[in-house]
């Protein structure tokens, strides 16, 4: 028999002594940033001449002068070592999704028994790490593993603290010999330049003044779920596999809808401190947090940045979110769906394009020219996403997406846009080409273009259920799941809509050539792509049948799985434009999809066998003894009663039934285990977890060899 509830001291948690020795003292503005080799640091650290060859080269993500390399190496590691750092470290995102580091002290032997401290240019620069066993989808066979990691100045190095002592890291690209991606940061860093080019390529056409390069900016919500983790050590799904495999629908969860925003506990707020504080300390500007929809669910949010830099940042609060919770007796799940029947979690991924103007180029403007390009830019992400829904489905597939989207909480797999009422008024009117220029409430604004109608401002209204919204000054990519990388996601919004862009630059282009009127041309333009694109604009509840229905009379793809949606990134349209966009080639984009569906498969196959075993070596057993502590109840109360207990009796039927079903459906799944239908070993873990859930009614809940998730959800 186990514990049923954990006792919990949280007045012994580390969290809340940091609290006192560190904020109490320091001012949020004081310690921002600390653990950053940033450019203010930098400035302290470096030469003059240095200083500004690498702060340009940041600023433009031009190249890097390797004069300065070793100056640069020198200085990060004075710095890092002021801070207690003992090694470094090329920190990188191999196509696990996760992140990857190999440590090298900075000792060298001095020849006399004793050590220095070393850090070249060389080693800042590029490293070898052993690469052979990471995933690369036939890539990198093993006998010619080299691969190596090159260092990515527009991510800032930074330290991370151990409980003992510190590690600098250095962000890093990771790619095989011949330059091919083995990561998720160098597609990324291809795509940005792509968006980043034909952004400026538009504002030249358009004859905006380039003062700047263009890049994509990124702000991530971050779902995630907080157990006590006495629970979780209770539970070998969660611990293996990061969801429950087993467990029944607790009478009371999110019905009430009194989670959402309400007053969050002690113990999940101390950890909330905690976390913002060491992401502030890491340069991370975590803003918001709060409860979500499901008990025992939580949100945090930055302030949106650089994407590359967002990116990082979001697989670095998702480290740090382990951590911390660890020293508050908590258990992070960052799992899409960690208990089936109540919400999952999703990473709304929130993009837009800060213009070689220095401007929100998503966001209408102050003139009329600025709402010309707004609507350009509004209308080339139509174009991209129609064109390229089932590309952008693909880039959030995975095993544990799978079981959240299109269930009635999140956005389906189907891909449609939501522009509002207002915008969407607009769109209609450049259709119609009629020139309208009064808009719905929220004042009007005048556009560059004569006979496009005014812009509202301000009266975005707000529609959960799209998967890809516009809110106001960005669209929101809201499929995304919560333990994804958002490189994946991002890499493709950049690259259907540098496409997109790509396409209208050159009509712009050829039209301002030949001297045609360019307001007309614009006009046109807009007109054209609203008229063979405005089937991927819903602005509806997507959470219906209905919508399904729609979508598929529009001819909208409805990708419900994984391997559906990952064959996708072999489709011909895809290849040519991610090769076009210099983003990734047709043998990259190949392997990619080797890696996910291995990836895929043998998560649905361990699952598979998790389940399986869970269920012969402790559910079962239990389920069996309760038959015969039954049996022996109504075999003593009946010979002293000397009446039939005919409710008992019944009761013993039914745990017998669904014994003997439970027996049943693991020799169905271990004969699937044995076959290569993965879709199969799917099927028969979820038949086998409904007869279990169904037993976990049955049985005495002090006998239950699992926590349930009452207890796992309400208490924190
Ligand atoms: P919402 O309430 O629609 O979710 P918020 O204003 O709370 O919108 O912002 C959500 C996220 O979007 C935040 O991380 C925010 O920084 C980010 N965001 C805001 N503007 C931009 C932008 N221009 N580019 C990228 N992300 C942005
Ligand atoms: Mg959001």
Request: aromatic fraction near 8%; include cysteine.
């Amino acid at each position: 028999m186990r514990t049923r509830i954990s006792a919990i001291d949280i007045s012994n948690i580390e969290g809340k002594q940091i609290m006192t020795t560190e904020s109490g003292q320091r001012t949020v503005a004081d310690y921002y940033g600390d653990n950053v080799f940033g450019l203010k640091v930098m400035r302290n650290y470096l030469s003059e001449k240095a200083y500004k060859s690498l702060s340009e080269a940041i600023k433009n993500s031009g190249p890097l002068d390797p004069s300065i390399a070793d100056e640069v190496a020198e200085a990060m590691k004075n710095w890092a070592v002021s801070k207690g750092a003992t090694h470094y470290t090329h920190w990188f995102q191999p196509l696990t999704g996760l992140t990857a580091e190999k440590h090298d002290s900075f000792i060298e032997l001095d020849g006399e028994g004793g050590v220095i401290l070393e850090f070249s240019g060389n080693a800042l620069i590029q490293g070898e790490p052993d690469a052979s066993s990471f995933p690369s989808g036939g890539l990198r066979p093993t006998f010619e593993a080299r691969g190596y990691t090159g260092w990515d100045p527009t991510s800032p190095a930074f330290v991370k603290e151990g409980a003992r002592g510190a590690t600098l890291c250095i962000p890093t690209y990771f790619v095989g010999w011949n330059g091919e991606a083995l990561d998720k940061k160098t597609p990324l860093l291809r795509s940005m330049k792509a968006i980043s080019r034909q952004v400026a390529r538009l504002a030249k056409v358009l004859g905006i003044k380039i003062t700047q390069n263009a890049f994509s900016t990124l702000g991530g919500e971050q779902e995630y779920f907080l157990i006590d983790r006495d629970f979780y050590h209770q539970r070998i799904d969660l611990i293996q596999t990061g969801r429950t495999l087993f467990g029944k629908e607790p009478a009371k969860h999110q019905q009430m809808a009194d989670h959402y925003f309400g007053a969050i506990k002690d113990r999940v707020i101390g950890f909330m401190e905690d976390l913002d504080r060491e992401m502030w300390k890491l340069g991370t500007p975590l803003k918001t947090r709060h409860n979500e929809v499901a008990p025992g669910q939580y949100e945090v949010a930055p302030i949106f940045e650089n994407q590359n830099l967002a990116v990082d940042h979001n697989m670095l609060t998702m480290e740090v979110m382990q951590k911390v919770a660890k020293r508050h007796g908590l258990v992070c799940l960052l799992h899409e769906k960690p208990f089936a029947g109540i919400n999952g979690s999703g990473k709304h991924c929130n993009w837009s394009v800060t213009g070689p103007d220095g401007k929100n180029w998503l966001s209408p403007g102050d003139n009329p020219h600025e709402n010309e390009r707004f609507l350009i830019m509004l209308c080339a992400v139509i174009k991209a996403v129609d064109e390229h829904a089932a590309f952008l489905r693909a880039s959030v597939a995975s095993a544990g997406n799978d079981h959240r989207l299109g269930s009635h909480e999140a956005p389906p797999a189907i891909i449609s846009i939501y522009l509002g009422e207002q915008l969407n008024d607009i769109i209609e009117q450049i259709e119609k080409g009629s020139g309208v220029k009064s808009s719905k409430k929220g004042g009007t604004l005048a556009v560059g273009v004569d006979s496009l109608p005014g812009l509202p401002r301000h009266a975005s209204d707000r529609n959960r259920t799209s998967p890809f919204a516009f809110t106001g000054s960005k669209f929101e990519f809201r499929a995304v799941g919560s333990a994804a990388s958002l490189a994946g996601p991002n890499v493709v919004i950049n690259t259907i809509a540098a496409g997109a862009l790509d396409e209208i630059c050159t009509k712009l282009e050829t039209a301002k050539k030949s001297n045609k009127n360019m307001n007309k041309t614009v006009q046109k333009l807009l007109q054209d792509i609203i008229k063979k694109h405005k089937r991927v604009i819903f602005n509806g509840d997507n959470y219906t049948e209905a919508w399904v229905k729609e979508a598929k009379r529009r001819g909208l793809p409805n990708l419900k799985t994984t391997p559906e949606a990952l064959k996708v990134t072999k489709d011909p349209a895809v290849v040519s434009l991610c090769e076009k966009q210099g983003v990734l080639t047709k043998t990259e984009l190949f392997s990619r999809y080797e890696v996910y569906m291995e990836t895929y498969e043998t998560i649905i196959r361990y699952e598979a066998g998790l389940a399986a075993d869970m269920a012969k070596t402790t559910i079962i057993p239990v389920a069996m003894d309760y038959q015969i502590e039954l049996a022996e109840t109504i075999k003593t109360v009946e010979s002293i009663n000397k009446i039939k207990s005919t409710a008992s009796r019944k009761l013993l039927k039914d745990v017998s039934k669904e014994t003997e079903k439970a027996i049943t459906a693991v020799s169905n799944l271990e004969a699937a285990l044995k076959g290569d239908s993965i879709q199969k070993m799917k099927t028969s873990t979820e038949a086998l977890r409904e007869i279990v859930d169904i037993l976990e009614g049955l049985v005495p809940a002090d006998s239950w060899p699992l926590p349930s998730y009452a207890e796992m959800l309400f208490i924190t």
